[in-house]
C-alpha cells in the first residue's frame, strides 16, 4: 500500500502533536569591562544560572563585594589584578547558581584604590522553564506492579492509546477518500 504526500503529511502532523515539547536555555555570561573611568555595562538584567564576568583593563586592581541579603557579611568578594593579558587574574566571575541566588534587584560595590569606585546594579530574573511534559502523579515505569491513574481515575496511558488509534483511523480515512 502506497501513501500519497498528502496522506504522509497528515501522519507527520498527527506525530508532532503526540511529541512532548520542553524548552530550555543554556547558561550565559554576561560580560562587564571596568574601565578607568567607566564601567560598560552600569546595569544588567540576568537570569538565574548565569555567569557574571568583570573584566579588568587598567594597571591597578579593583575588588568587587556583593551583600545579597543586607546582613552586613559580604557574600561575594573578588580582587580583579591589573591588566594582564597571559592570565585571568584580571577577571572575576559571579555563578548566579538558581540554589543561592532568588530573583530581585542587587547591587555589586567596586572598590578601587581603597574606595568605592562604581556600584552595579543589577535586576535577576528567575529561570522558568515552560514544559508540556508527563501530567502531575507520573512516574516512569509500573510501581509496585500497578499503573498511575489521572486525576479522573482513568489510565492515562490508554487514552493516548486511544488517541493514537483515533489518529491513525482518521488519517487511513483520508487516504482512502483521497483516491
Not at 541579603?69 to 584580571?90: I, K, L, P
Request: charged share 20%; hydrophobic share 40%.
Amino acid at each position: 500500500m502506497r501513501l500519497t504526500l498528502r496522506s504522509q503529511l497528515s501522519i507527520a502532523v498527527v506525530f508532532l502533536l503526540l511529541i512532548p515539547v520542553a524548552s530550555a536555555h543554556g547558561a550565559n555570561s554576561f560580560s562587564f569591562i571596568m574601565r578607568n573611568g567607566s564601567l560598560q555595562p552600569e546595569s544588567a538584567e540576568v537570569v538565574q544560572n548565569d555567569t557574571l564576568i568583570f573584566y579588568n583593563v587598567v594597571d591597578y586592581e579593583r575588588s568587587l563585594e556583593l551583600d545579597k541579603d543586607e546582613d552586613g557579611v559580604m557574600d561575594y568578594q573578588c580582587t580583579a589584578s591589573g591588566f594582564n593579558s597571559t592570565t585571568t587574574d584580571d577577571e572575576c566571575r559571579l555563578w548566579l547558581d538558581p540554589n543561592n541566588w532568588t530573583a530581585g534587584e542587587y547591587e555589586l560595590d567596586i572598590i578601587s584604590n581603597g574606595s568605592l569606585w562604581k556600584t552595579l546594579s543589577f535586576t535577576l530574573i528567575e529561570d522558568v522553564h515552560n514544559e508540556s511534559g508527563p501530567p502531575s502523579g507520573y512516574s516512569f515505569g509500573e510501581v509496585d506492579g500497578t499503573q498511575n491513574q489521572d486525576e479522573e481515575g482513568g489510565f492515562s496511558s490508554n487514552v493516548f492509546l486511544l488517541l493514537g488509534a483515533l489518529a491513525i483511523l482518521g488519517v487511513g480515512i483520508i487516504a482512502r477518500r483521497g483516491k
